[in-house]
């Protein structure tokens, strides 16, 4: 481990390059993870940033998904979204501030609350929805369709590696992609 003495003395001189030679990655592969960070941290704030209706993404996939599918319990609500117990409790309550979202209890269950929309949650939500996902969308058609169609396909197969918690069968050694050890 480096102290800040190494560092203030230039007695550390390993190099992200030598770092990622070490750990047998390529340059262009270490260009790609700093790409893909880069991507992922700007789409975040993308997202994030408030358009139409001043809402942010999350906010605006709540309002969909009660608008679109009904009044929802917490808990699958934040499922749906991948979103933490946590997270939907701020957007549910920056939503109940603005009076666009109420909660009630449910009928059966006394420690369950179900969230629905308001009436003007309703509207906002009819009046939000397609401008603020066209805005969004408007960053994909600098691409063209085969571009959005690749970029796609690319996007799902990462992410169901990521969710299967076994990047490459390198890694894991399965053939299919499945971890055959706890190791993985």
Do not use: W
């Amino acid at each position: 481990m480096s102290t800040d003495a190494d560092i203030a003395t230039g007695t550390v001189t390993d190099t992200v390059h030598d770092v990622a030679a070490r750990a047998d990655v390529t340059v262009e592969g270490r260009e790609l993870l700093d790409l893909s960070a880069r991507f992922a941290r700007g789409f975040a704030r993308f997202l994030d940033g408030k358009g139409s209706g001043g809402f942010s993404y999350p906010h605006l996939r709540v309002l969909e998904t009660l608008h679109c599918q009904g009044p929802s319990t917490m808990r699958p609500l934040a499922e749906g979204l991948g979103l933490t117990a946590r997270n939907l409790t701020a957007v549910a309550d920056a939503l109940e501030s603005d009076g666009l979202l109420r909660r009630v209890g449910h009928p059966t269950d006394r420690r369950a609350t179900i969230l629905e929309l308001t009436d003007a949650g309703l509207a906002a939500a009819d009046e939000s929805l397609a401008p603020r996902f066209g805005e969004i969308m408007a960053l994909f058609d600098r691409l063209s369709p085969s571009d959005r169609a690749q970029f796609a396909r690319t996007l799902a197969e990462l992410v169901d590696a990521m969710e299967a918690g076994c990047p490459r069968e390198a890694v894991c050694g399965g053939d299919d992609g499945s971890c055959p050890d706890a190791a993985c």
